[in-house]
Structures are given as C-alpha cells and as structure tokens.
C-alpha cells in the first residue's frame, strides 16, 4: 500500500515539548478538510494511528443513472 510520506517535527521550547505532523495538500482536500475543524487521534497499535474526524461528513450517495 502506497501512502502519502510525511515526516514528525519536534519542537522544543522552554518546559515543553511538543511534536508536529503536516500532511499534503492533495490529502486535505481529498479528505475535505477545513480550517479549525476538530479532529482526533486514536492509536490503533504502535505502528498505526487513525486520524479521525469529530464531527462525520454526511456520506456521500451514489447519483443514479439518468435515462434517456
């Protein structure tokens, strides 16, 4: 399976510290995300966090085919 590499930035400032994951653009927008939305991580086992967001999107229903 083929993903999207990204890689995890640790910031370091006084008393704390903290660690940073951007991911692309083409992912954002795939996913639709948008500014300030809530979303949240759920450790799945140590190799697979789920990203997950907090309020569902409504799915998406398939059109049905037109007829001439």
């Known amino acids: 399976m083929e993903g999207y590499p990204v890689r995890i930035q ?8 903290s660690y940073y ?3 692309p653009v083409a992912l954002a927008q795939a996913i ?3 500014k ?3 979303w ?3 450790l ?5 966090l789920v990203f997950q967001r907090l309020k569902p999107l409504p799915a998406r229903t398939p059109k049905a085919p037109s007829t001439p």
């Open 10 to 17: 640790r910031v370091q400032r006084t008393g704390t510290c």
């Open 40 to 42: 949240q991580w759920l």
């Open 44 to 48: 799945e086992d140590k190799n697979t």
């Open 32 to 34: 639709q995300a948008s």
């Open 21 to 23: 994951v951007n991911f």
């Open 36 to 38: 300030a939305e809530q």
